[in-house]
């Protein structure tokens, strides 16, 4: 979308142009688009005149040159030698910071990257190439810098919960989080989680606080939903991912979460993704509803940049003109953030379709195509769900669902984790699972 306001949008000259500074009209989930004409990039432009003028096309040839040299002078990768030492890597931190900007070591297989931002002003290599255990400074060519493959060349590893009885997510096992859209009471919670982890889902979802189209809608339990979680999380050994909605309430979330959720409207409130980018928590970012990639990777740089490296993308169908589905979901983008992004992906079929017979095929196709997991809404009595209960499956749907993607995941060398307690719960329930409201 923003690719084809800044293509289709009459560039103008030196001369004042009406268009100048213009907002664009909000899209139906984001805010007013700044006109690209009026953004102040400091190239000479032509005047206003017809779209398809030859000065045009150099308009947009200048333009995208200018972005490339701009953000390639800006920003820069220390790759460290193989063999440098702790003692080297503090080094060239110490180097980045005294000058001002922010250092971010970012250790691999086979050597240690640093990445730089807050930098304005283009850094000379030489200053950093001097100093031991450095084998060159590069340019870094994408306006994403810390999500980059340039940055990190190895796929990132995500660690949810203790190092014992945790998750990795990225890695050659895929992981699974299921639950109910939101949180409507205890015992639905316990029936969803108790069902669930035992087809072999380790993460279970559900939101507490809900982010609704209409403000009349169920809002979520709020805090009181957060403590069914906790007590889910013991019962039943399940990771909790559930969803914050804005930096005001992000503190009590980040109390009781395992995973802090971004939802797809709040992809780009930089204030929450600052917020979270703060956290010690992993961070699961959905895709915004009309997001480019390129949009979607910068959100995920926001987080990386306040110092949290744990992301999680979620690909979650973005608005089409399509009808027959909720959202298109858009399983293209998956080969594409692999190529560019070293951080993990997964799929929600649930809000990707909005159709819960087209769940289990898109969730088969999520992982052929090399998600890293799947994140599914599953309720116990999908007719008697507070939201979303259309595109939720039953327990029973679920299992085969796991069955189907356990099958698919093995034709590319893949597996699901699926924990060693699958089949059982933690311990018995020491009270009848009853009503708690
Ligand atoms: C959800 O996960 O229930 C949700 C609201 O998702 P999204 O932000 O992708 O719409
Ligand atoms: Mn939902």
Do not use: W
Not at 78 to 85: E, G, L, Q, S, T
Not at 199 to 221: D, I, M, V
Not at 301 to 309: A, I, P
Not at 383 to 388: M, R, V
Request: charged fraction near 25%; proline fraction near 8%.
């Amino acid at each position: 979308m923003g690719e084809l306001v800044k293509d289709l949008t009459p560039p103008c000259g030196p001369e004042p142009c009406p268009d100048r500074g213009r907002q664009l009209p909000p899209t139906d989930d984001g805010p007013p688009v700044q006109s690209p004409v009026g953004a102040g990039h400091g190239v000479p432009l032509p005047s206003c005149s017809g779209i398809a003028s030859r000065e045009n096309r150099d308009y947009t040839v200048d333009h995208r040159l200018e972005a490339a040299r701009g953000s390639k002078e800006g920003t820069m990768l220390i790759v460290m030698k193989p063999h440098a030492n702790e003692e080297d890597v503090r080094r060239v931190c110490q180097r980045i910071e005294t000058l001002g900007y922010r250092a971010h070591p970012m250790p691999g297989a086979q050597r240690t990257a640093i990445g730089i931002t807050g930098n304005q002003d283009p850094l000379e290599p030489e200053q950093f190439e001097s100093l031991p255990g450095v084998a060159e400074a590069i340019p870094v060519s994408k306006p994403y810098k810390l999500v980059s493959r340039e940055v990190k060349d190895e796929d990132s590893l995500i660690r949810v919960g203790s190092a014992e009885a945790g998750v990795t997510i990225g890695g050659r096992e895929l992981a699974i989080i299921a639950g109910p859209c939101a949180v409507e009471s205890r015992e639905q919670v316990f029936a969803a989680a108790e069902r669930v982890r035992r087809a072999g889902a380790r993460l279970f979802r559900g939101g507490a606080f809900k982010p609704r189209t209409s403000p009349y809608s169920f809002q979520g339990l709020g805090g009181e939903g957060l403590k069914i979680l906790a007590e889910a999380r013991r019962e039943f050994g399940l990771l909790i991912v559930t969803e914050t909605i804005d930096p005001e309430n992000c503190d009590l979330v980040e109390e009781y979460a395992d995973v802090l959720q971004i939802g797809a409207r709040n992809m780009q409130n930089f204030s929450l993704l600052k917020r979270v980018g703060r956290s010690k928590k992993p961070v699961l970012l959905k895709r915004g509803l009309s997001a480019t990639l390129e949009e979607f990777l910068m959100a995920a740089e926001y987080v990386l940049s306040e110092g949290n490296y744990n992301v999680i993308l979620c690909e979650r169908g973005v608005r089409t003109f399509a009808d027959h589905t909720r959202n298109t979901l858009d399983l293209s983008v998956i080969p594409a953030v692999k190529r560019l992004s070293h951080l993990p992906i997964i799929v929600d079929p649930s809000h990707g379709t909005g159709k819960r017979d087209k769940v289990i095929p898109l969730a088969r196709a999520a992982v052929a195509v090399g998600a890293d997991g799947l994140i599914v809404e599953v309720h116990p009595e999908p007719e008697a769900a507070l939201s979303d209960g259309y595109q939720s499956l039953d327990p029973a749907q679920f299992e085969a669902l796991m069955e189907q993607v356990s099958a698919i995941a093995g034709v590319i060398g893949r597996t699901v984790d699926r924990g060693a307690g699958a089949g059982s719960r933690m311990k018995e329930p020491a009270t009848s699972v009853s009503t708690g409201d």
